[in-house]
């Protein structure tokens, strides 16, 4: 039977906490997300700080935006996401389920559309024009095919003429419009602080810029099974 004496001696002292990971004694403990204590050890084994609220959260638990960990919170304000409106998993399902039905509906539908259009485009150009236009109509209602002219530039015989021609008639003919497109990666790089850019160049590119993110979904076809295959 343990004496009073060594259970004294082998309690942590009363002013040590147990780590809730290893339930080691620490007396000087660094506290997660949760509010409960951790050893040095285990917070920098299995915990990550979030890099908006810098609280400490399970590595398994979060969330990478961007190269960045966040806790679910802290990503969700991230996103610009109220937590009220996150699908449960079951509505999550039924969604699923319902885009990979019209997914299929909508390419048939837009398929047939565009065979249809050439069709009636056909149908209208043998007919007389009113106005530039032609109505079609038919029981089941009416369509319209307009027709406006479109002019498309040969950039560089264009290029040539401008050589050719006198700046007047040449401005009289043509519009040089100048356009401006972001490169990516030389963006991500700098905004990411690979390029150990100094401060006020991207403060210069980021009242110019604005950084945002597109969401694309993609309906995943399941893979043929050798048998079905063969």
């Known amino acids: 039977m343990e004496t009073a004496d060594h ?12 780590c809730a990971e290893c339930l080691e004694a620490v007396s000087k403990p660094v506290v997660n997300l949760r509010g409960e204590a951790l050893c040095s050890a285990c917070a920098a084994d ?15 638990e979060a969330l990478d935006r961007d190269g960045a960990s966040r806790c ?26 319902e885009y990979v039905a019209l ?11 565009e065979e249809i259009k050439e069709r009636l485009k056909i149908a209208a150009s043998v007919r007389q024009r009113v106005a530039n236009a032609v109505t079609l109509r038919g029981e089941g209602g009416a369509i319209k095919c307009s027709y406006r002219p479109v002019w498309k530039c040969d950039e560089e015989k264009v290029a ?4 050719a021609l006198d ?9 040089r ?6 490169v990516k990666e030389s963006l991500e790089k700098l905004f990411s602080g690979e390029a150990g850019a100094d401060a006020d160049l991207k403060k210069l590119v980021g ?24």
């Open 72 to 97: 679910p919170a802290c990503d969700l304000k991230a996103a610009n996401v109220a937590p009220e409106d996150v699908p449960e998993e079951a509505e999550v399902d039924e969604l699923i389920a």
């Open 46 to 60: 299995y915990y990550a700080p979030c890099a908006a609220c810098g609280g400490l959260v399970p590595r398994d």
């Open 207 to 230: 009242a110019a810029v604005e950084r945002q993110e597109q969401a694309t979904l993609t309906v995943v076809r399941p893979k043929k099974s050798p048998a079905s295959s063969s």
């Open 160 to 163: 040539a003429l401008e050589g």
């Open 177 to 182: 419009s100048v356009k401006y497109a972001p």
């Open 7 to 18: 259970a004294a001696r082998s309690r942590p002292p009363l002013t040590a906490t147990a």
């Open 103 to 113: 997914h299929a509906e909508e390419k048939r539908v837009k398929d047939r559309m």
């Open 167 to 175: 700046a007047g008639r040449f401005a009289a003919l043509f519009q």
